[in-house]
T-cell receptor, first 114, second 113 residues
Framework: AQSVAQPEDQVNVAEGNPLTVKCTYS??????LFWYVQYPNRGLQFLLK??????LVKGSYGFEAEFNKSQTSFHLKKPSALVSDSALYFC????????????FGKGTRLHILP | KAGVTQTPRYLIKTRGQQVTLSCSPI?????VSWYQQTPGQGLQFLFE???????NKGNFPGRFSGRQFSNSRSEMNVSTLELGDSALYLC????????????FGPGTRLTVL
């Protein structure tokens, strides 16, 4: 069965340092991968997606993610963290060759320390 | 362009009642999906509608149902509410296909007493 895992419930990073939020997935074919961010009392906001092509995907607010097929990972990264990046981050996977449902990870809470 | 809107934003019901939530997608978007978000289970997919047809369905009991109208607006209904149905219900719209980006509404916070 398809699944997506975010192994860290919480990540703490000092402001100005690089950040990484991890995501691994399990699907049978070639997945579509997404990252979303959720601020308190708000819906989810789209950050970036990988469909095909270049493994390095650039998105909103300076975020980027690298699709690694051999490691089945899609980690979210940012070179220099801002306090305003503090939020809940969700990785999601969609398998268009199977049931095409979108599956979300449990979420990772990112705390940027001033 | 207006974003995805959901009404009502907050709702309090008692066990056994039923509830209807509404979602208006972004203009031009034909697909609407619904999700349930709880602290324990995270984000769980309920169903997706496209051009008034249910295109996909998650693993929820039959008490959860939905529909989509010709103008792409969607409603979700939960009958015989249980305490465990308390959650944030999120609606998302996208243009049409699997590669498209989903845009989420602010959600409806349902509390069942």
């Amino acid at each position: 069965a398809q699944s997506v895992a975010q192994p860290e419930d919480q990540v703490n990073v000092a402001e100005g340092n690089p950040l990484t939020v991890k995501c691994t997935y399990s699907v049978s074919g070639n997945p579509y991968l997404f990252w979303y961010v959720q601020y308190p009392n708000r819906g989810l906001q789209f950050l970036l997606k990988y469909i095909t092509g270049d493994n390095l995907v650039k998105g909103s607010y300076g975020f980027e993610a690298e699709f690694n097929k051999s490691q089945t990972s899609f980690h979210l990264k940012k070179p220099s963290a801002l306090v305003s990046d503090s939020a809940l981050y969700f990785c999601a996977v969609r398998d268009p060759n199977r049931d095409d449902k979108i599956i979300f990870g449990k979420g990772t809470r990112l705390h940027i320390l001033p | 362009k207006a974003g995805v809107t959901q009404t009502p934003r907050y709702l309090i019901k008692t066990r056994g009642q039923q509830v209807t939530l509404s979602c208006s997608p972004i203009s031009g978007h034909r697909s609407v999906s619904w999700y349930q978000q709880t602290p324990g289970q995270g984000l769980q997919f309920l169903f997706e509608y496209f051009s008034e047809t249910q295109r996909n369905k998650g693993n929820f009991p039959g008490r959860f149902s939905g529909r989509q109208f010709s103008n792409s607006r969607s409603e979700m209904n939960v009958s015989t509410l249980e305490l465990g149905d308390s959650a944030l219900y999120l609606c998302a719209s996208m243009v049409a296909g699997s590669t498209d980006t989903q845009y989420f509404g602010p959600g409806t916070r349902l509390t069942v007493l």
